[in-house]
């Protein structure tokens, strides 16, 4: 699929900017990475994909319909991973939650089981089905919601700094999953400020800077300009780029 993002204006009551003409272009398969600093408006811009913020001024098209227009289609075709996990667990039990945003679409309760336990396999939570989504760790949260986004079998998985809180090994251990799905076709664009945690496996890189996008192209064309852009890398040429992982 395709999502494109024309010219989004949004503007905080207190006047800030958050977007200020953004454009962007997503285009499956992919592994695309959205960065930049603080405050730049990337988390802002990854919800107006999904409907979750609307623009002021601009258009997000999903296969060139305004989103506004197919909203409930874009939602099953597109998984969002809030940065808190805790904010989109809303069963009692993994299981349960993994099953509540399919309800609708899957009436058959069996079947509804087995998109789950399917879901909660892919990212290593298997058999963790009756057990109560408050006492997961805070990693298997964060897995949990990305089950719960792949149930719908989305052709895209938008993920907000899935990074935070995790330890080297959690991270690692997302990451894997990750690439797993982009094995399998599935687009992902990872919303992070930690690039040497997994730019070495990004294809494409988008950099906002004061609500627009500042760079777009490959790491490796980047490379040099990440300082300037206010983006962390390791020291040397393009050829460290593939050091910038938490893979061994």
Known sequence: MRLEARGLVRIFPDGTKAL???????????????????????????RHFVGLERPQAGSVLA????????????????????????????GITAGEDVEFGIRRRVPDQEE???????????????????????A??????????????L?????????????NGLDPEGAAGLLRILLGLRERGVGILLVTHDLEK???????????????VAADGTPGELWDRLPALGLRRSPGGPDRLREMTWLD
């Open 20 to 46: 200020d003409g953004a454009d962007l272009e997503i285009a499956t398969p992919c592994f695309m990475v959205l960065s930049g600093p603080n405050g730049s408006g990337k988390t802002v811009l990854a």
């Open 112 to 134: 509804r089981r087995r998109r789950a336990s399917r879901a909660l396999e892919a990212v290593g939570l298997a058999g963790t089905e009756d057990r109560l989504a408050s």
């Open 63 to 90: 296969d060139g319909v305004p989103v506004e227009r197919c909203l409930a289609e874009t939602r099953r075709r597109v998984g969002f991973v809030f940065q808190e996990p805790e904010h989109q667990i809303l």
């Open 198 to 212: 997994c730019l070495a496996h990004a294809d494409r890189l988008a950099v906002l800077g004061s609500g627009r």
């Open 136 to 149: 997961l760790s805070g990693g298997q949260k964060r897995r949990l919601a990305v089950a719960s986004a």
């Open 151 to 163: 149930a719908s079998d989305p052709e895209l998985v938008i993920l907000d700094e899935p990074f």
